[in-house]
């Protein structure tokens, strides 16, 4: 009895560990995916961005630091980097702060058609694509035709006209204009389906002793909804230093370098100016930038969820 009972022990013992092999071998081809399209890249610029090297030319010569001092003392690249800032600014404000508010309001002030109607309504933008939505603020906001100069003669306000993507103050403004009315609708309705998780019990209760909109929804909705904001901010402020298509399409980055961003610099200094070096390490330096924010939100979010 002791032998026949000892055989199934030893084998139940090996049995899991074979299990977790096996699985783990289904994991294998993935990594090796993302190894090779992903981190070896990575990797890759960071060590071209060692060298002076042109496209054309096999010749590489070893530099340093040097890309990086370029980058320092280069006013264009802190004019995009600054864009860029204000380009994530922007985005977090509108696309999680106000996309919240509206999906709060969404749930709790409407009826059911209303609210299906305005969800579909607000979705739209997101569909089309970012080349076709980049041409069509090109023509709203063209001086002697565009949309936006004729809204403000109809309503008397001529004096405010202006040549909005010609003018090195307004250009970049207008390109961002365009990334919120895009993406707007697209965060609402995530934020929409994290709202609508929230157990109706919590809002009654609050309701019962004597809470406000207001207050509800800063004492509710905002902290029940806090992993998905987290997330929508990490992926705002990352898409933010990675702009690249909307600037392309309606400014070139002009006038004046005036709209330029990261992305447009370092394609402009790539196959423009055939710095390659000096375009891997502006890639660098997106890099760090949008994996420092988006470590310092997790940990954030982690820190305040053991709360």
């Known amino acids: 009895m002791n032998a026949t009972t000892a055989t199934p022990a030893r084998t139940t013992g090996v049995r899991p560990a074979q299990r977790r092999l096996r699985h783990s071998l289904y994991v294998v081809p993935a990594l090796a995916l993302i190894a090779l399209f992903v981190y070896y890249p990575i990797v890759e610029n960071i060590r071209l961005s060692l060298y002076k090297y042109s496209a054309f030319s096999p010749v590489t010569r070893f530099v340093g630091l040097e890309n990086y001092r370029q980058a320092a003392q280069d006013p264009v690249f802190w004019q995009a980097l600054l864009n860029n800032v204000a380009y994530a600014v922007v985005s977090v404000v509108f696309q999680v702060g106000a996309a919240l508010v509206l999906a709060a309001a969404l749930e709790e002030l409407l009826g059911r058609r209303l609210r299906g109607l305005l969800r579909t309504v607000y979705f739209i933008p997101a569909a089309v694509s ?7 603020f090109q023509f709203l906001y063209q001086p002697d035709a565009g949309m936006v100069n004729g809204a403000l003669r ?4 001529s004096s405010l006209e202006h040549d909005w993507l010609g003018d090195p103050g307004t250009a970049i403004w207008g390109v961002i204009a365009m990334s919120q009315w895009q993406s ?3 965060t609402t309705m995530l934020l929409t389906v994290a709202v609508q998780r929230v157990p109706r019990e919590l809002y009654e209760s609050a309701h019962m002793d004597g809470a ?15 992993e998905m904001t987290g997330l929508l901010v990490i992926l705002t402020v990352s898409q933010a230093f990675l702009v690249f298509n909307e600037v392309m399409v309606m400014t070139g980055g002009g006038p004046s370098n005036s709209s330029q961003v990261l992305g447009t610099w370092l394609y402009s200094s790539a196959f423009t100016g055939d710095d390659m070096g000096y375009a891997s390490a502006i890639g660098t330096v997106m890099f760090l930038i949008t994996f420092a924010a988006g470590a310092l939100q997790l940990i954030h979010s982690r820190r305040k969820a053991k709360r």
């Open 130 to 136: 970012m080349t076709v939505t980049g041409l069509l």
């Open 154 to 157: 109809a309503v008397g306000l």
């Open 184 to 186: 707007f609708g697209y």
């Open 212 to 226: 406000g909109r207001v207050r509800t929804f800063f004492t509710i909705t905002v902290p029940m909804v806090r």
